[in-house]
């Protein structure tokens, strides 16, 4: 079964330095942190701030790429969770086809974003992501109360 999640937020993590992607349901019950590259931030921080590049990014590349051969983004799925590496497919819909493609869950998310596509998670990683492991249970809790307790005003204070 798979869940909605929206992009709840974008952020450093405080530790590592790396930048977070926060997925959430829309009850709030299920976070889903996942770590991305700086570049790979960037390319969803520009887009969800809505900042215009004077050359077209690669996942503007691709978006136009899909519009041009008549295709369109069904939706993407955070698929698996193996060894802490996420995996995603991105669906296409053409002609009435499905077609799945492998992806990085970072780019992934680009995409969904610049192609207003829905984002799912697979339950059987929100059940195995490391905010539900028990090995590094301090680390993750706290994470996971920083996470939870994010206001709107937060939104604008991890800058990539």
Partial sequence: MEVEMKIRTLMMDPVTQM???????ATGNSILPIWVGVYEANAIALEIEKINTPRPMTHDLIKTLLHGMDARVDRIVVSD???DTFFAVIWLEKNGEFISIDSRPSDALAIALRTDSPI?????VLKNSRMSSSSEKGKDEELKKLLENLNEEDFGRYKM
């Fill in 19 to 25: 930048p977070i992607v926060v997925l959430r349901d």
């Fill in 81 to 83: 969770l193996k060894d």
């Fill in 120 to 124: 799912f998670v697979d339950d059987s």
